[in-house]
């Protein structure tokens, strides 16, 4: 897999973190919610504010940890077909799960 390919995953990752950040403070500040509802949001939005700092902080750093998930991934003898599917299955996974409950919970 290409690093340019590679830095579309991580920019997904992430843009998908910003996204769950803010649909998690939307939908605090709306307050339609119930005290149950309103608590899973607020514990799924301090879980992506937490992501967002690492984000933040490996930006400073001038580092990726997922690149070094990718490369550890390399280490695994499949194939390259493997790997990258791999990857782009994480990549959904991961995005599906940073939008979907706060929006399921905010409703």
Same mark, same amino acid.
């Given at each position: 897999?290409?690093? @340019?390919?590679?830095?579309?995953? /991580?920019?997904?990752?992430? /843009?998908?973190?910003?996204?769950?950040?803010?649909?998690?403070?939307?939908?605090?500040?709306?307050? @339609?919610?119930?005290?149950?509802?309103?608590?899973?949001?607020?514990?799924?939005?301090?879980?992506?504010?937490?992501?967002?700092?690492?984000?933040?902080?490996? !930006?400073? @750093?001038? @580092?990726?940890?997922? #690149?070094?998930?990718?490369? #550890?991934?390399e280490k695994i003898k499949s194939?390259?077909?493997?790997?990258?599917?791999? !990857?782009?299955?994480?990549?959904?996974?991961?995005?599906?799960?940073?939008?979907?409950?706060?929006?399921?919970?905010?409703?």
């Open positions: 897999m290409g690093e @340019k390919e590679l830095s579309v995953c /991580i920019g997904i990752h992430h /843009i998908a973190t910003l996204l769950g950040i803010s649909e998690g403070i939307y939908y605090l500040f709306a307050g @339609k919610q119930r005290f149950w509802r309103s608590c899973g949001v607020f514990l799924l939005t301090v879980f992506q504010s937490w992501a967002g700092l690492k984000i933040l902080a490996d !930006l400073q @750093k001038g @580092k990726s940890r997922l #690149n070094e998930s990718y490369r #550890n991934l194939s390259r077909r493997q790997r990258r599917g791999i !990857l782009w299955g994480m990549v959904l996974s991961s995005t599906l799960f940073k939008l979907l409950p706060v929006h399921l919970l905010g409703q």
